[in-house]
Protein backbone atom coordinates (compact mmCIF):
# COMPACT_ATOMS: atom_id res chain seq x y z
CA UNK A 1 0.00 0.00 0.00
CA UNK A 2 2.72 1.87 1.04
CA UNK A 3 3.80 2.67 -2.98
CA UNK A 4 0.63 3.57 -3.81
CA UNK A 5 0.54 6.86 -3.17
CA UNK A 6 4.08 7.97 -4.40
CA UNK A 7 2.62 6.30 -7.61
CA UNK A 8 -0.46 8.57 -7.63
CA UNK A 9 1.22 11.71 -7.15
CA UNK A 10 3.96 11.32 -9.84
CA UNK A 11 0.81 10.01 -12.46
CA UNK A 12 -1.50 12.77 -11.21
CA UNK A 13 1.43 15.36 -11.82
CA UNK A 14 2.29 13.91 -14.93
CA UNK A 15 -1.48 13.96 -16.34
CA UNK A 16 -1.79 17.80 -14.89
CA UNK A 17 1.39 18.55 -16.95
CA UNK A 18 0.53 16.03 -20.16
CA UNK A 19 -3.30 17.91 -20.31
CA UNK A 20 -2.17 20.96 -19.60
CA UNK A 21 0.57 21.32 -22.91
CA UNK A 22 -2.00 19.01 -25.17
CA UNK A 23 -4.66 22.30 -24.29
CA UNK A 24 -1.49 24.61 -24.82
CA UNK A 25 -0.48 23.01 -28.21
CA UNK A 26 -4.07 22.67 -29.64
CA UNK A 27 -5.24 26.48 -28.77
CA UNK A 28 -1.28 27.96 -29.73
CA UNK A 29 -0.88 25.90 -32.78
CA UNK A 30 1.14 28.20 -35.08
CA UNK A 31 -0.23 26.97 -38.41
CA UNK A 32 2.17 26.15 -40.82
CA UNK A 33 1.52 26.38 -45.02
CA UNK A 34 2.05 22.99 -46.45
CA UNK A 35 3.48 24.08 -49.88
CA UNK A 36 6.04 26.32 -47.88
CA UNK A 37 6.86 23.18 -45.92
CA UNK A 38 7.16 21.05 -49.15
CA UNK A 39 9.02 23.92 -50.45
CA UNK A 40 11.76 23.91 -47.82
CA UNK A 41 12.38 20.12 -48.40
CA UNK A 42 12.80 20.42 -51.88
CA UNK A 43 15.89 23.48 -51.17
CA UNK A 44 19.10 22.21 -50.15
CA UNK A 45 19.32 24.11 -46.77
CA UNK A 46 22.22 25.48 -46.97
CA UNK A 47 21.58 28.94 -45.88
CA UNK A 48 24.20 30.82 -48.48
CA UNK A 49 21.46 33.75 -49.20
CA UNK A 50 22.15 33.41 -52.44
CA UNK A 51 18.52 34.02 -53.29
CA UNK A 52 18.54 37.14 -52.16
CA UNK A 53 16.82 36.06 -48.60
CA UNK A 54 17.31 35.35 -45.60
CA UNK A 55 18.11 31.20 -46.06
CA UNK A 56 16.82 28.77 -46.79
CA UNK A 57 13.11 29.21 -44.56
CA UNK A 58 12.84 32.82 -45.95
CA UNK A 59 12.88 31.76 -49.91
CA UNK A 60 9.99 28.91 -48.89
CA UNK A 61 7.74 31.66 -47.45
CA UNK A 62 8.76 34.10 -50.38
CA UNK A 63 8.03 31.42 -52.63
CA UNK A 64 4.90 30.14 -50.82
CA UNK A 65 3.34 33.18 -50.59
CA UNK A 66 4.25 33.80 -54.63
CA UNK A 67 6.54 36.59 -54.11
CA UNK A 68 9.93 34.87 -55.41
CA UNK A 69 10.94 33.59 -58.61
CA UNK A 70 11.77 29.91 -58.72
CA UNK A 71 14.70 29.51 -60.06
CA UNK A 72 16.86 31.88 -57.56
CA UNK A 73 18.16 29.02 -55.98
CA UNK A 74 21.80 28.87 -57.46
CA UNK A 75 23.25 25.91 -54.58
CA UNK A 76 20.69 23.74 -55.88
CA UNK A 77 20.58 24.36 -59.48
CA UNK A 78 18.44 22.32 -61.95
CA UNK A 79 17.03 19.90 -59.68
CA UNK A 80 15.67 22.40 -57.16
CA UNK A 81 14.75 24.71 -59.40
CA UNK A 82 12.90 21.99 -61.31
CA UNK A 83 11.15 20.69 -58.27
CA UNK A 84 10.10 23.46 -56.90
CA UNK A 85 8.34 24.03 -59.96
CA UNK A 86 7.07 20.84 -59.82
CA UNK A 87 5.24 22.12 -55.93
CA UNK A 88 4.28 25.33 -57.48
CA UNK A 89 3.17 23.95 -60.86
CA UNK A 90 4.68 26.39 -63.27
CA UNK A 91 7.74 26.17 -65.75
CA UNK A 92 11.33 26.72 -64.93
CA UNK A 93 14.22 27.35 -66.82
CA UNK A 94 17.53 27.69 -64.87
CA UNK A 95 21.04 28.36 -65.80
CA UNK A 96 23.63 27.09 -64.12
CA UNK A 97 26.94 29.57 -62.66
CA UNK A 98 29.73 29.36 -61.22
CA UNK A 99 32.25 31.18 -59.69
CA UNK A 100 35.45 32.78 -61.23
CA UNK A 101 38.08 34.20 -59.46
CA UNK A 102 39.18 36.78 -62.07
CA UNK A 103 43.06 37.69 -61.55
CA UNK A 104 46.21 35.68 -62.65
CA UNK A 105 47.78 36.86 -59.49
CA UNK A 106 50.85 34.33 -58.33
CA UNK A 107 53.97 35.78 -56.06
CA UNK A 108 55.71 35.79 -59.29
CA UNK A 109 53.10 38.22 -61.01
CA UNK A 110 52.90 40.82 -59.13
CA UNK A 111 55.49 42.68 -56.78
CA UNK A 112 54.13 43.44 -53.50
CA UNK A 113 54.10 47.19 -52.17
CA UNK A 114 55.27 46.41 -48.32
CA UNK A 115 55.08 42.86 -46.23
CA UNK A 116 51.62 42.44 -44.69
CA UNK A 117 52.08 40.89 -41.12
CA UNK A 118 48.55 41.69 -39.95
CA UNK A 119 44.99 39.97 -39.35
CA UNK A 120 45.30 37.16 -41.92
CA UNK A 121 41.56 38.04 -43.21
CA UNK A 122 41.37 40.15 -47.15
CA UNK A 123 39.09 42.43 -45.09
CA UNK A 124 41.81 43.64 -42.42
CA UNK A 125 44.30 43.35 -45.32
CA UNK A 126 42.43 45.57 -48.06
CA UNK A 127 42.11 48.54 -45.10
CA UNK A 128 46.05 48.97 -44.82
CA UNK A 129 46.67 50.96 -48.22
CA UNK A 130 43.98 49.14 -50.55
CA UNK A 131 46.81 45.75 -49.63
CA UNK A 132 50.44 44.57 -49.96
CA UNK A 133 49.97 44.02 -53.43
CA UNK A 134 51.49 46.98 -56.42
CA UNK A 135 48.29 46.10 -57.38
CA UNK A 136 45.19 47.45 -55.96
CA UNK A 137 42.67 45.32 -57.77
CA UNK A 138 43.99 42.26 -57.38
CA UNK A 139 43.29 39.08 -55.77
CA UNK A 140 45.15 39.74 -52.09
CA UNK A 141 45.33 35.73 -51.53
CA UNK A 142 44.85 36.03 -47.57
CA UNK A 143 41.59 33.21 -48.60
CA UNK A 144 38.31 35.47 -47.10
CA UNK A 145 36.62 33.31 -50.32
CA UNK A 146 37.77 29.85 -49.20
CA UNK A 147 36.59 30.60 -45.30
CA UNK A 148 33.45 32.62 -46.61
CA UNK A 149 32.40 29.12 -48.81
CA UNK A 150 29.66 27.53 -47.14
CA UNK A 151 30.35 24.45 -49.83
CA UNK A 152 33.89 23.84 -49.43
CA UNK A 153 34.70 24.77 -53.08
CA UNK A 154 37.44 27.29 -53.53
CA UNK A 155 40.61 25.55 -52.92
CA UNK A 156 44.03 27.35 -52.31
CA UNK A 157 46.81 26.64 -55.42
CA UNK A 158 50.07 28.31 -55.30
CA UNK A 159 49.02 30.87 -52.65
CA UNK A 160 45.66 31.23 -54.97
CA UNK A 161 42.17 30.72 -54.35
CA UNK A 162 40.99 28.45 -57.32
CA UNK A 163 37.25 27.67 -57.46
CA UNK A 164 36.24 23.93 -58.05
CA UNK A 165 34.78 23.27 -60.40
CA UNK A 166 32.27 20.36 -59.33
CA UNK A 167 31.84 21.55 -56.20
CA UNK A 168 31.29 25.48 -56.98
CA UNK A 169 27.13 25.81 -56.89
CA UNK A 170 27.26 29.72 -57.76
CA UNK A 171 25.43 30.91 -54.38
CA UNK A 172 27.76 33.90 -55.28
CA UNK A 173 28.72 34.37 -51.43
CA UNK A 174 32.31 34.74 -51.99
CA UNK A 175 31.35 37.17 -54.80
CA UNK A 176 30.42 39.58 -51.59
CA UNK A 177 32.97 38.30 -49.30
CA UNK A 178 36.01 39.35 -51.51
CA UNK A 179 37.02 43.26 -50.70
CA UNK A 180 38.34 44.07 -53.71
CA UNK A 181 35.58 42.46 -56.36
CA UNK A 182 37.96 40.08 -58.08
CA UNK A 183 35.06 37.19 -58.01
CA UNK A 184 32.56 37.33 -60.36
CA UNK A 185 29.50 34.82 -61.53
CA UNK A 186 30.11 33.33 -64.92
CA UNK A 187 27.94 30.85 -66.57
CA UNK A 188 29.27 27.36 -65.47
CA UNK A 189 30.15 25.85 -69.20
CA UNK A 190 32.31 29.06 -69.72
CA UNK A 191 34.55 28.90 -72.61
CA UNK A 192 36.15 32.54 -72.42
CA UNK A 193 36.95 34.20 -68.63
CA UNK A 194 39.38 37.33 -68.33
CA UNK A 195 42.02 36.94 -65.41
CA UNK A 196 42.22 40.42 -64.64
CA UNK A 197 40.23 42.90 -62.39
CA UNK A 198 42.47 45.98 -62.79
CA UNK A 199 40.60 49.16 -63.70
CA UNK A 200 43.37 51.02 -64.66
CA UNK A 201 44.99 51.67 -68.36
CA UNK A 202 48.49 51.44 -69.77
CA UNK A 203 51.81 51.50 -68.03
CA UNK A 204 50.65 51.75 -64.37
CA UNK A 205 49.06 48.08 -65.10
CA UNK A 206 52.20 46.51 -67.17
CA UNK A 207 54.15 48.24 -64.10
CA UNK A 208 51.76 46.50 -60.95
CA UNK A 209 51.71 42.90 -62.38
CA UNK A 210 53.13 40.84 -65.43
CA UNK A 211 49.80 39.11 -66.21
CA UNK A 212 47.08 42.13 -66.64
CA UNK A 213 44.76 43.39 -69.28
CA UNK A 214 46.53 47.10 -70.68
CA UNK A 215 43.20 47.35 -72.64
CA UNK A 216 44.90 47.38 -75.71
CA UNK A 217 41.20 46.74 -77.31
CA UNK A 218 43.07 43.77 -79.46
CA UNK A 219 40.33 41.29 -78.23
CA UNK A 220 37.94 43.45 -79.19
CA UNK A 221 38.74 44.37 -82.44
CA UNK A 222 39.41 40.45 -83.58
CA UNK A 223 36.32 38.85 -81.88
CA UNK A 224 33.90 38.59 -84.84
CA UNK A 225 30.92 38.08 -83.09
CA UNK A 226 31.30 41.30 -80.63
CA UNK A 227 31.29 39.41 -77.40
CA UNK A 228 34.44 40.77 -75.82
CA UNK A 229 34.36 44.52 -74.94
CA UNK A 230 36.69 46.90 -73.04
CA UNK A 231 34.58 48.24 -70.55
CA UNK A 232 36.58 50.11 -67.40
CA UNK A 233 40.00 49.15 -69.12
CA UNK A 234 39.15 45.54 -68.44
CA UNK A 235 37.84 43.25 -71.21
CA UNK A 236 34.58 41.97 -70.74
CA UNK A 237 33.06 38.99 -72.44
CA UNK A 238 29.28 38.85 -73.21
CA UNK A 239 28.48 35.06 -72.56
CA UNK A 240 25.05 35.30 -74.41
CA UNK A 241 27.37 36.01 -77.50
CA UNK A 242 30.52 34.10 -77.23
CA UNK A 243 30.66 31.08 -78.93
CA UNK A 244 34.49 30.08 -77.47
CA UNK A 245 36.07 30.02 -81.25
CA UNK A 246 39.20 30.96 -78.96
CA UNK A 247 40.82 33.84 -80.84
CA UNK A 248 40.89 36.62 -78.50
CA UNK A 249 42.97 33.98 -76.53
CA UNK A 250 45.51 34.07 -79.68
CA UNK A 251 45.80 37.68 -79.87
CA UNK A 252 45.88 38.80 -75.96
CA UNK A 253 49.70 39.80 -76.25
CA UNK A 254 49.26 39.47 -72.09
CA UNK A 255 48.00 35.90 -71.61
CA UNK A 256 45.19 37.25 -69.54
CA UNK A 257 42.10 35.54 -71.46
CA UNK A 258 41.11 31.94 -71.17
CA UNK B 1 13.23 43.51 2.90
CA UNK B 2 16.76 43.29 4.12
CA UNK B 3 17.09 38.99 3.86
CA UNK B 4 15.47 39.14 0.33
CA UNK B 5 18.03 41.76 -0.98
CA UNK B 6 20.97 39.99 0.47
CA UNK B 7 19.46 36.56 -1.09
CA UNK B 8 19.43 38.55 -4.75
CA UNK B 9 23.10 40.07 -4.03
CA UNK B 10 23.75 36.92 -3.45
CA UNK B 11 22.43 34.33 -5.41
CA UNK B 12 23.79 36.98 -8.28
CA UNK B 13 27.60 37.44 -7.21
CA UNK B 14 28.25 34.99 -4.52
CA UNK B 15 26.63 32.04 -5.61
CA UNK B 16 26.82 32.56 -9.01
CA UNK B 17 25.14 29.51 -10.57
CA UNK B 18 27.59 28.72 -13.82
CA UNK B 19 30.91 30.63 -11.93
CA UNK B 20 30.83 29.51 -8.43
CA UNK B 21 28.86 26.24 -8.68
CA UNK B 22 29.44 25.38 -11.86
CA UNK B 23 25.53 24.18 -13.11
CA UNK B 24 24.09 24.99 -16.55
CA UNK B 25 27.62 24.55 -18.14
CA UNK B 26 26.20 23.62 -21.50
CA UNK B 27 24.61 26.75 -22.40
CA UNK B 28 27.31 29.17 -20.97
CA UNK B 29 29.44 26.98 -23.47
CA UNK B 30 27.33 26.04 -25.90
CA UNK B 31 25.05 29.90 -26.63
CA UNK B 32 28.14 32.22 -25.63
CA UNK B 33 28.93 33.08 -28.91
CA UNK B 34 27.10 35.81 -29.86
CA UNK B 35 25.80 38.62 -27.13
CA UNK B 36 22.41 38.47 -28.07
CA UNK B 37 21.62 34.73 -28.21
CA UNK B 38 23.19 35.04 -25.11
CA UNK B 39 21.01 37.15 -23.69
CA UNK B 40 17.85 35.62 -24.74
CA UNK B 41 19.17 32.39 -23.89
CA UNK B 42 19.50 33.66 -20.51
CA UNK B 43 16.14 35.50 -20.60
CA UNK B 44 14.37 32.53 -21.36
CA UNK B 45 16.55 30.47 -18.11
CA UNK B 46 15.49 33.28 -15.78
CA UNK B 47 11.50 32.50 -17.08
CA UNK B 48 11.93 28.78 -16.41
CA UNK B 49 13.53 29.07 -13.11
CA UNK B 50 11.48 31.42 -11.17
CA UNK B 51 8.41 29.55 -13.39
CA UNK B 52 9.31 26.11 -11.92
CA UNK B 53 10.52 27.82 -8.43
CA UNK B 54 6.91 28.94 -8.36
CA UNK B 55 5.39 25.82 -9.17
CA UNK B 56 7.77 22.97 -7.34
CA UNK B 57 7.98 24.80 -3.69
CA UNK B 58 4.32 24.60 -3.14
CA UNK B 59 4.41 21.81 -4.54
CA UNK B 60 6.92 20.41 -2.54
CA UNK B 61 5.56 22.47 0.54
CA UNK B 62 2.19 20.74 0.48
CA UNK B 63 2.26 17.67 -1.38
CA UNK B 64 5.60 15.75 -0.72
CA UNK B 65 6.41 16.99 2.78
CA UNK B 66 7.05 15.33 4.56
CA UNK B 67 6.38 12.25 4.16
CA UNK B 68 7.59 11.84 0.41
CA UNK B 69 10.45 14.14 0.01
CA UNK B 70 12.72 11.46 -1.95
CA UNK B 71 9.99 12.12 -4.94
CA UNK B 72 12.12 15.50 -5.24
CA UNK B 73 14.08 14.80 -8.01
CA UNK B 74 11.86 12.84 -10.18
CA UNK B 75 9.01 15.28 -9.39
CA UNK B 76 10.95 18.25 -10.16
CA UNK B 77 11.95 17.28 -13.37
CA UNK B 78 8.68 16.42 -14.83
CA UNK B 79 7.36 19.83 -13.73
CA UNK B 80 10.23 21.72 -15.40
CA UNK B 81 10.46 19.83 -18.54
CA UNK B 82 6.30 20.43 -18.31
CA UNK B 83 7.26 24.17 -18.06
CA UNK B 84 9.46 24.33 -20.89
CA UNK B 85 8.02 22.71 -23.59
CA UNK B 86 5.00 25.68 -22.57
CA UNK B 87 7.41 28.36 -22.58
CA UNK B 88 8.20 26.87 -26.50
CA UNK B 89 5.15 26.52 -27.35
CA UNK B 90 4.44 30.53 -26.25
CA UNK B 91 7.50 31.54 -28.02
CA UNK B 92 6.57 29.58 -30.80
CA UNK B 93 3.30 31.60 -30.80
CA UNK B 94 4.38 35.02 -29.98
CA UNK B 95 7.74 35.29 -30.37
CA UNK B 96 9.26 33.66 -33.18
CA UNK B 97 12.55 35.63 -33.71
CA UNK B 98 13.86 34.66 -30.20
CA UNK B 99 12.31 30.30 -30.78
CA UNK B 100 14.79 30.52 -34.26
CA UNK B 101 17.41 31.96 -32.69
CA UNK B 102 17.45 29.82 -29.48
CA UNK B 103 16.80 26.74 -31.47
CA UNK B 104 17.89 23.29 -30.11
CA UNK B 105 19.08 25.17 -26.73
CA UNK B 106 15.34 25.98 -25.80
CA UNK B 107 14.50 22.56 -25.39
CA UNK B 108 17.91 21.82 -23.93
CA UNK B 109 16.55 24.08 -20.86
CA UNK B 110 14.98 20.90 -19.47
CA UNK B 111 18.37 19.14 -18.86
CA UNK B 112 19.72 22.42 -17.84
CA UNK B 113 21.08 21.23 -14.68
CA UNK B 114 21.07 25.00 -13.24
CA UNK B 115 17.19 24.74 -13.48
CA UNK B 116 17.14 21.88 -11.44
CA UNK B 117 20.02 22.93 -8.88
CA UNK B 118 18.01 26.00 -7.90
CA UNK B 119 15.01 24.66 -7.24
CA UNK B 120 16.39 22.00 -5.08
CA UNK B 121 19.27 24.65 -3.74
CA UNK B 122 15.64 26.65 -2.40
CA UNK B 123 14.37 23.38 -0.28
CA UNK B 124 17.53 22.55 0.92
CA UNK B 125 18.72 26.09 2.08
CA UNK B 126 15.06 26.23 3.74
CA UNK B 127 14.22 29.20 2.21
CA UNK B 128 9.90 30.26 1.99
CA UNK B 129 8.11 31.28 -1.34
CA UNK B 130 8.60 34.65 -1.56
CA UNK B 131 12.65 34.26 -0.82
CA UNK B 132 12.98 31.16 -3.08
CA UNK B 133 11.20 33.14 -6.11
CA UNK B 134 13.77 36.15 -5.60
CA UNK B 135 16.32 33.42 -5.12
CA UNK B 136 15.26 31.93 -8.15
CA UNK B 137 15.11 35.34 -10.06
CA UNK B 138 19.11 35.84 -8.54
CA UNK B 139 20.40 32.72 -10.05
CA UNK B 140 19.14 33.67 -13.76
CA UNK B 141 20.48 36.79 -13.54
CA UNK B 142 23.50 35.70 -12.17
CA UNK B 143 23.31 33.48 -14.97
CA UNK B 144 22.73 36.23 -17.46
CA UNK B 145 25.81 38.16 -15.80
CA UNK B 146 28.08 34.85 -16.51
CA UNK B 147 26.56 34.54 -20.26
CA UNK B 148 27.22 38.35 -20.81
CA UNK B 149 30.23 38.51 -19.30
CA UNK B 150 31.80 35.69 -21.15
CA UNK B 151 30.01 36.51 -24.79
CA UNK B 152 32.03 39.47 -24.62
CA UNK B 153 35.39 37.36 -24.00
CA UNK B 154 34.53 35.39 -26.67
CA UNK B 155 33.67 38.02 -29.57
CA UNK B 156 37.31 39.27 -28.77
CA UNK B 157 38.40 35.81 -28.91
CA UNK B 158 37.11 35.64 -32.84
CA UNK B 159 39.76 38.38 -33.80
CA UNK B 160 42.40 37.24 -31.41
CA UNK B 161 45.82 35.40 -32.63
CA UNK B 162 45.61 32.18 -30.40
CA UNK B 163 48.32 29.44 -30.90
CA UNK B 164 47.09 26.52 -33.07
CA UNK B 165 46.72 24.34 -30.60
CA UNK B 166 44.35 26.28 -28.05
CA UNK B 167 41.64 27.43 -30.93
CA UNK B 168 38.39 25.93 -30.89
CA UNK B 169 36.95 24.80 -27.22
CA UNK B 170 40.91 24.40 -25.58
CA UNK B 171 40.84 28.71 -25.47
CA UNK B 172 37.19 28.83 -24.56
CA UNK B 173 37.71 26.44 -21.43
CA UNK B 174 40.74 27.75 -20.45
CA UNK B 175 38.79 31.82 -20.33
CA UNK B 176 35.70 30.50 -19.03
CA UNK B 177 38.07 28.83 -15.91
CA UNK B 178 40.03 32.75 -15.88
CA UNK B 179 36.39 34.62 -15.23
CA UNK B 180 35.23 32.00 -13.00
CA UNK B 181 38.44 32.65 -10.49
CA UNK B 182 37.71 36.55 -11.07
CA UNK B 183 34.06 35.60 -8.96
CA UNK B 184 36.05 33.50 -6.57
CA UNK B 185 36.62 37.53 -5.29
CA UNK B 186 33.16 37.70 -4.20
CA UNK B 187 33.56 35.26 -1.70
CA UNK B 188 32.39 36.11 1.83
CA UNK B 189 29.86 38.76 0.47
CA UNK B 190 25.91 38.47 1.54
CA UNK B 191 26.39 34.79 2.20
Redesign the interface.
Known sequence: MEIL??VI??AV??LI??L??SF??KY???PVDETEAQIREALPGANCGACGFSGCDGYAAALAKGEAAPNLCSAGGEATAKAIGEILKVEVVAEPKIALVACNNSCDKTSRAFAYEG?QSCTAAALLQGGPLDCKYGCIGLLDCANACPFGAIVVNNGHPTVCKDLCVGCGVCVNTCPKGVIKLVPKNYKTAVLCNNKEKGAPVVKACKSSCIACTMCERTCEKGAIKIVDNIAQVNYELCDGCGKCKEVCKRKVII | MNKIALILLAAILTNNMVLSKFLGICPFLGVSKKTNTALSMSIAVTLVMVISTAVTHP?YTY??YP??TY?ET??FI??I??IV??LE??L??FL?PIYKSLGIYLPLITTNCAVLGITMLNITDELNFVQSLFNALGAGLGFMLAMLLFSGVRERLE?A?IPEFLKGLPITLVSAAIVALSFLGFAGIGG
Open positions: IPIIIGAGGLASMAVL | LVLKYLIVLVAAQLIVKKPTD
